[in-house]
């Protein structure tokens, strides 16, 4: 059997599975296969896929990055995400805690077997799961994870829940697949963030997407705290020079994007 995605009108990729072992159908669609190759494919709405056997690399890149860049960050959002293998990551920095704003809660729970941390993360008295922004105490925030695309509004709207020293993590596209959609996204970030730069995981199998790291203050490697990650128990992928790599640009997407970001 394969599952197939379309990720532009001329790419596409395709898994061999073995077995559909999941399907649920609410405010979004979910679906998880057998994998010979990655354990189990969630792929979530026909398009978004996350590979189990890779999960972490994702997973402790979005979380140690930005903490390992704050000093002493405290309150984590984690935004439109059903990865909760990030708040476990989250976790590994003392006294940090994390609210997670998730309006599908069925889609979620379908994920249970499929998240290594599913329970640990739903039981650790630091995590809060909410179904809407508005079900949040009032409260500004160290870090903002969103492991989705935003628009210009919608990233104005976390802006103003962070901390006058706050970093946005969000979601961009392929810079390679989608090149004009990879730009307008970091456009979407300049009148809100003094620090703006694109980053994504060397070492992501088959990925089609990357990320913007939004600062208010912070540089993601001028301001690195190298004593942090030492003091981290050992990641399966995460480490300084993963951090500092994770920036580096080749000079011809450098030339296409140097009037936007911030460096």
């Not at 189990?40 to 056997?53: F, G, P, R, S, W």
């Not at 590994?92 to 599913?118: A, I, T």
């Not at 630091?126 to 160290?142: P, S």
Request: a negative charge; proline letters at 4%; glycine letters at 2%.
């Amino acid at each position: 059997m394969w599952i197939t995605r379309q990720l532009t009108p001329n790419f596409r990729q395709e898994y061999t599975i073995d077995t559909k072992i999941l399907d649920s159908r609410s405010m979004h669609i979910v679906e998880i296969f057998k994998s010979a190759d990655f354990n189990e494919v969630a792929m979530i709405d026909e398009t978004h896929l996350m590979l189990q056997k890779y999960l972490f690399i994702e997973s402790e890149l979005l979380a140690h990055l930005p903490l390992c860049v704050i000093p002493k960050p405290e309150q984590v959002l984690l935004f439109d995400s059903f990865n909760l293998e990030i708040a476990h990551e989250c976790f590994k920095h003392e006294g940090v805690r994390v609210d997670c704003v998730q309006s599908d809660r069925k889609s979620l729970d379908s994920l249970m077997s499929f998240l290594p941390h599913f329970h640990k993360v739903m039981q650790n008295e630091r995590f809060n799961l909410v179904g809407q922004v508005m079900d949040l105490d009032i409260k500004k925030y160290d870090v903002i994870i969103a492991d989705s695309y935003m628009n210009k509004h919608q990233i104005d709207g976390l802006s103003r829940m962070l901390t006058s020293e706050g970093i946005l993590i969000i979601r961009n596209h392929h810079p390679l697949l989608e090149e004009a959609a990879f730009i307008e996204q970091m456009s979407a970030c300049v009148d809100f963030f003094n620090v703006i730069m694109p980053f994504s995981p060397h070492l992501s199998i088959l990925s089609d997407k990357s990320y913007i790291f939004a600062s208010k203050r912070f540089h993601p490697c001028a301001d690195m705290c190298l004593q942090k990650i030492d003091l981290l128990p050992r990641m399966r992928y995460y480490n300084d020079k993963i951090h500092e790599s994770a920036f580096v640009l080749p000079h011809f997407l450098f030339e296409k994007i140097k009037h936007i970001a911030r460096f």
